[in-house]
């Protein structure tokens, strides 16, 4: 069972990175899958997530209209567009995949997470 990230980087504020994570050895179309990241010092937050058949996303709102997630389940991908980057969006991203329910409540990003990626470094400098 694999997510492999890639994408990050270091780019000027601004810019745009896109990345991508792509899932293997599981049904990936059976889970959620989205991104989040932690920066130094603060606490692991879930950024952007795709449900896993009909589209449904999840942003968090410092990223709402700047980030886009997409899923070609075909393929076992999921891609995060992240343009107009800033100095705050500087950390580790994370690709995760999970379950869409927790305790009989519907997720779109998951509670529980069953598989991580390892981080990919994103950095917003000048």
């Known amino acids: 069972v694999q997510l492999q990230a890639s994408g990050g980087g270091l780019v000027q504020p601004g810019g745009s990175l896109r990345l991508s994570c792509a899932a293997s050895g599981f049904t990936s179309d059976h889970y959620n899958i989205g991104w989040f990241r932690q920066a130094p010092g603060k606490e692991r937050e879930a950024v952007s997530c795709?449900?896993?058949?009909?589209?449904?996303?999840f942003y968090v709102d410092s990223v709402k209209g700047r980030f886009s997630i997409s899923r070609d389940n075909a393929k076992n991908t999921v891609t995060l567009q992240m343009n107009s980057l800033k100095y705050e969006d500087t950390a580790v991203y994370y690709c995760?995949?999970?379950?869409?329910?927790?305790?009989?409540?519907?997720?779109?990003?998951?509670?529980?997470?069953?598989?991580w990626g390892k981080g990919t470094q994103v950095t917003v400098s000048s």
């Open positions: 795709i449900s896993s058949s009909d589209g449904v996303t």
């Open positions: 995760v995949a999970g379950r869409a329910y927790y305790r009989g409540s519907y997720y779109t990003c998951p509670q529980v997470v069953d598989y």
